[in-house]
């Protein structure tokens, strides 16, 4: 084998798990943020998923929607979505949303608390493995694949472990910082910037 055809082999290998995939919103339907349901979860760091939905949609008019275990929204394009239940079981509900919406995984956004990253920074990325994530691992066995676009969204501020404090309500510097990466999110779905 060239050595041309062992890069174009690599390149086809990454794109095979999906690391190489350029994000195109128009191939959206389904926009879901991972949380967990009740007020005494609503402000923490592990909710960003859910709050970074309420952001997107903060000028909407549309009011949410029950389905069996999951919220929706019908806004322009899209479905924006939050699971009923609670982070670790949120495959269950997104597999029955894609049911009920006749969508596949792939052209589902899924948005999430991210400890691995610094607050103030995401990243937007197709076909990766769930990381240590409960709520992304429970996604990814319940559809089956990791062919699904992700935004993780940083929440780590130089504390210690994650279970140290996503569950702690969010301070007002990074409740600033957060909307600002939520705001940019909805900007990259909707006008693709």
Known sequence: ?????????????????GQAREFNPDQIKIVAGLGNPGAA???TYHNVGFSALD???????ERWKQAK???????????????NVFMNDSGEALKEALCYFKSKPENMFLIHDDSDL?????????????AGHRGVTSVINRLKTKSFWRARVGVRNGRGK????????IGREDEKILNSIFENIGQVLLFND
């Open 1 to 17: 084998m060239t050595k041309n055809s062992n890069s174009t082999a690599s390149r086809k290998k990454k794109e095979k798990i």
């Open 41 to 43: 979860y609503r402000a």
């Open 55 to 61: 952001r997107i949609l903060k000028e909407s008019a």
């Open 69 to 83: 275990n999951f919220s929706y929204i019908k806004s322009g394009d899209f479905i924006f979505l939050k699971p």
């Open 118 to 130: 610094e607050i103030g920074k995401y990243k937007i990325e197709f076909g990766r493995g769930a």
């Open 162 to 169: 994650a279970g140290d404090f996503i569950l702690k309500n």
